[in-house]
T-cell receptor
Framework: DTGVSQNPRHKITKRGQNVTFRCDPI?????LYWYRQTLGQGPEFLTY????????KSRLLSDRFSAERPKGSFSTLEIQRTEQGDSAMYLC?????????????FGQGTRLTVV | SQKIEQNSEALNIQEGKTATLTCNYT??????LQWYRQDPGRGPVFLLL?????KEKRKERLKVTFDTTLKQSLFHITASQPADSATYLC??????????FGTGTRLKVLA
């Protein structure tokens, strides 16, 4: 399978715990995006990387959220001290960026439930 | 404030008819607009891209229009089929090389 892969698919955690999600983009894609989606809403931008550089981070992303993309390959998104409001689907997307308008390929997402 | 609005209510249409979905935006000047399809529990899948200097784009049974004066894009599915039932999302490139998504419209095609 050469699509975007996200792990785990589902995560249930207790409030206050830390969680980490992984995203493996399509090979050779230089752009990687993280989005968050709640029920009935569209994906909400969190952050994106060009290779290993994190170029933009949403103001909505609190200090409890951090993302990395070491060596410009896979990426991790960590949420510290989870809160019930963090419950959502976390989507990763990648693209071979050649300029504006490049399509993004999304993974299946990681569904986080904070209890 | 910046807003991307899509029909919040589900759209039910009869098989074989043309489905028309609307994407309206305010306080954006996108150069590009994309449409995605999303099935329950899955990530969005890219369908079509339209540029600001293009009035219309077609792909098989899909057609997208982009009116930068009205700040609106219309997405049409002709000869709709039950398999077209999904949520459809519009997304704008708002100039910083990332896409901002609308809330999506749920389409249900009735057999």
């Amino acid at each position: 399978d050469t699509g975007v892969s996200q792990n785990p698919r589902h995560k249930i955690t207790k409030r206050g715990q830390n969680v980490t999600f992984r995203c493996d983009p399509i090979s050779e894609h230089n752009r990687l995006y993280w989005y968050r989606q709640t029920l009935g809403q569209g994906p909400e931008f969190l952050t994106y990387f060009q290779n290993e550089a994190q170029l933009e981070k949403s103001r909505l992303l609190s200090d409890r959220f951090s993302a990395e993309r070491p060596k410009g390959s896979f990426s991790t998104l960590e949420i510290q001290r989870t809160e019930q409001g963090d419950s959502a689907m976390y989507l990763c997307a990648s693209s071979l960026f050649r300029g504006r308008g490049t399509e993004a390929f999304f993974g299946q997402g990681t569904r986080l439930t904070v209890v | 404030s910046q807003k991307i609005e899509q029909n919040s209510e589900a759209l039910n249409i009869q098989e074989g008819k043309t489905a028309t979905l609307t994407c309206n935006y305010t306080n954006y000047s996108p150069a590009y607009l994309q449409w995605y399809r999303q099935d329950p529990g899955r990530g969005p899948v890219f369908l079509l891209l339209i540029r600001e200097n293009e009035k219309e784009k077609r792909k098989e049974r899909l057609k997208v229009t982009f009116d930068t004066t009205l700040k609106q894009s219309l997405f049409h599915i002709t000869a709709s089929q039950p398999a077209d039932s999904a949520t459809y999302l519009c997304a704008l490139d708002e100039g910083t090389y990332k896409y901002i998504f609308g809330t999506g419209t749920r389409l249900k095609v009735l057999a």
